[in-house]
T-cell receptor
Framework: GNSVTQMEGPVTLSEEAFLTINCTYTATGYPSLFWYVQYPGEGLQLLLKATKADDKGSNKGFEATYRKETTSFHLEKGSVQVSDSAVYFCALISDNYGQNFVFGPGTRLSVLP | GAVVSQHPSRVICKSGTSVKIECRSLDFQATTMFWYRQFPKQSLMLMATSNEGSKATYEQGVEKDKFLINHASLTLSTLTVTSAHPEDSSFYIC???????????FGPGTRLTVL
């Protein structure tokens, strides 16, 4: 079946540090890949997405590139802020799995001032 | 952008009572809505897929008689937790599918606490 694996957290960084959160996936067909962010006590917000190989999704300084050859969709940001502290979920939708998301376990990021 | 709301945002109830959670797509029609459950510090787990006008499709291990889902209109799906127990305490999140395969939007979630 389809699955998403993320690096285990929590990740603690100082403000302005470089962020990478690894995400790899297993899926049949050609999935669309997503990063969602969940701030404390809130629901999920779409951060960025990519729908085909080599696409780069970007938003609010975050970016991730759909790498089919390595089945990866790593999230990066060059300079994190305290306000980026949240839980980040990598997810996919696959043609072979209906329209519902398969989520990774989430990675908690804490950015210290 | 598309907005999905959930009501209530928080609910506390006594063991044995039933609780209804509403999920509404405010500015678009959603033929399909999804219900997820999130335990503390864990990922979302799909509970069921709700299609307007038909019975919901439940994931393996989810009791359909306990988690009643009704998708009565193109903008509203409800999840009723029947005879709630403390182990049902969780964060319940819905999402609504708009149009093509990637246009899915999440509600803000409902935190259920069963005493």
């Amino acid at each position: 079946g389809n699955s998403v694996t993320q690096m285990e957290g929590p990740v603690t960084l100082s403000e302005e540090a470089f962020l990478t959160i690894n995400c790899t996936y297993t899926a049949t067909g050609y999935p669309s890949l997503f990063w969602y962010v969940q701030y404390p006590g809130e629901g999920l917000q779409l951060l960025l997405k990519a729908t085909k190989a080599d696409d780069k999704g970007s938003n609010k300084g975050f970016e991730a590139t759909y790498r089919k050859e390595t089945t990866s969709f790593h999230l990066e940001k060059g300079s994190v802020q305290v306000s980026d502290s949240a839980v980040y979920f990598c997810a996919l939708i696959s043609d072979n799995y209906g329209q519902n998301f398969v989520f990774g376990p989430g990675t908690r990021l804490s950015v210290l001032p | 952008g598309a907005v999905v709301s959930q009501h209530p945002s928080r609910v506390i109830c006594k063991s044995g009572t039933s609780v209804k959670i509403e999920c509404r797509s405010l500015d678009f029609q959603a033929t399909t809505m999804f219900w997820y459950r999130q335990f503390p510090k864990q990922s979302l787990m799909l509970m069921a897929t709700s299609n307007e006008g038909s019975k919901a499709t439940y994931e393996q291990g989810v009791e359909k008689d306990k988690f009643l889902i009704n998708h009565a209109s193109l903008t509203l799906s409800t999840l009723t937790v029947t005879s709630a127990h403390p182990e049902d305490s969780s964060f319940y999140i819905c999402s609504a599918l708009r149009g093509g395969r990637d246009e899915q939007f999440f509600g803000p979630g409902t935190r259920l606490t069963v005493l």
